[in-house]
């Protein structure tokens, strides 16, 4: 029995899984279980931010697992402490929650905003306007959260108190908020939505409203965030800071860890009882995320970053049958005149290329530290089957 067929047969089918079997990773390239090598521009749908084994960030775990690899929030741990006050710091924020995954951090953020509301308002200011397209995760919650009708099926009924505005639409935003709301919430660049950015207009008008009726901006940075679209937060490129930030993917560097982040004005909304997680904050993971935070606030790390995607930018615009390039930093979406962006992506899978898809458009979101020497490479087999 094949790998595939092994796993077909017990695990529940909810993946359109490529027809490859990955079996070892070594900086930005793998290996599936035929020895074959395969340039990966999509590092695990973002998560992978080092690429595979990065030796600081293997050494970090290893070093973690074998000293302590678990152990709950009853206590404390000194790593966990270590990361957290490294992430409030560098992102300028002053509680954190640790939790496991982007759509955990935004059920955190959802309940945070609530509670915000219902301490200081009480009952009845507990709408959430998201934007028409966003994604927020697959719990019902975040489910209920995500702006896009395909994903309001079968699973009734849905959590209420969910409003959807047009994205770059301020007269929308503006007839959709009233005395209930208590939270907007936004991807800067929607990324499983097709990536793409949000106006500067519409995001100055979001935080200029919310201020002004304290409705509190929540900022979900689960693909946007830590150096991805090369600043550490998506945010600083708006010129605004949220008053809830959700991270998740790359933040451990491949291990699952979500956070969100609360500013001064509510930072002690979620006190003791008012949430958990049992793996929240685990030590391996924070160790991970320290390994990652370290790298990606070093000295030039991030003005590389913005000159790779510049460049894989310049380049992708020049080839035929691509319509348009979108997206902010290393978040690339691909616009095909013709090609369907699937087609595309089985093609340079046969030819070592391992790429995703948003919507109808090709996704790129390659590792943080791609070299220029494999950005070529992998564009090369890029341009070769959208120009075959
Ligand atoms: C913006 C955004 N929010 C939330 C999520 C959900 O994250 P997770 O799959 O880790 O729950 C995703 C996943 O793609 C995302 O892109």
């Known amino acids: 029995m094949t790998?595939?067929?092994?796993?077909?047969?017990?695990?529940?089918?909810?993946?359109?899984?490529?027809?490859?079997?990955?079996?070892?990773?070594?900086?930005?390239?793998?290996?599936?279980?035929?020895?074959?090598?395969?340039?990966?521009?999509?590092?695990?749908?973002?998560?992978?931010?080092?690429?595979?084994?990065?030796?600081?960030?293997?050494?970090?775990?290893c070093s973690q697992a074998k000293k302590m690899q678990h152990t709950s929030n009853l206590y404390y741990t000194k790593v966990q402490a270590d990361f957290a006050e490294s992430l409030c710091r560098e992102t300028g924020y002053s509680k954190v929650f640790f939790c496991n995954s982007g759509a955990e951090s935004n059920e955190c953020a959802i309940k945070l905003a609530r509670k915000y509301s219902f301490d200081k308002y009480g009952q009845g200011r507990h709408t959430i306007i998201t934007l028409v397209n966003s994604f927020h995760g697959r719990t019902l919650c975040t489910l209920s959260a995500t702006g896009q009708d395909v994903f309001h099926n079968y699973f009734f009924p849905f959590v209420e108190g969910f409003r959807y505005a047009e994205a770059n639409n301020i007269e929308d935003l503006k007839a959709k908020i009233d005395d209930t709301v208590c939270a907007v919430m936004l991807e800067y660049v929607q990324g499983e939505g097709g990536v793409n950015a949000l106006e500067q207009a519409f995001v100055d008008a979001v935080y200029e409203i919310c201020g002004e009726k304290d409705i509190l901006v929540i900022a979900d940075e689960v693909q946007t965030g830590v150096g991805r679209t090369g600043t550490f937060l998506a945010g600083a490129q708006f010129g605004h800071k949220a008053d809830v930030t959700t991270l998740a993917k790359g933040i451990a560097g491949g291990l699952p860890m979500g956070a969100c982040l609360a500013s001064e004005k509510c930072a002690g909304v979620l006190d003791k009882g008012a949430?958990?997680?049992?793996?929240?904050?685990?030590?391996?993971?924070?160790?991970?995320?320290?390994?990652?935070?370290?790298t990606v606030t070093g000295e030039g790390f991030l003005d590389e970053v913005q000159k790779k995607a510049a460049y894989i930018r310049e380049k992708l615009s020049a080839i035929d049958g691509v319509k348009s390039v979108s997206g902010l930093g290393l978040m690339i979406g691909v616009e095909l005149e013709e090609k369907t962006a699937l087609d595309v992506a089985n093609a340079a899978l046969e030819k070592g290329l391992l790429i995703l898809t948003a919507k109808t458009k090709v996704r790129l979101l390659p590792p943080l530290t791609i070299t220029y020497d494999e950005i070529d490479e992998g564009l090369e087999i890029l341009k070769s089957v959208i120009e075959g």
């Open 3 to 61: 790998t595939q067929e092994k796993l077909n047969g017990s695990v529940m089918g909810t993946y359109g899984r490529f027809p490859v079997v990955l079996e070892q990773g070594n900086g930005e390239t793998c290996t599936d279980e035929n020895g074959k090598r395969y340039i990966d521009f999509g590092s695990g749908i973002g998560t992978s931010s080092l690429g595979y084994c990065n030796a600081a960030w293997t050494e970090a775990v």
């Open 275 to 294: 949430h958990g997680s049992t793996f929240g904050g685990n030590p391996v993971c924070c160790a991970a995320a320290q390994a990652v935070l370290s």
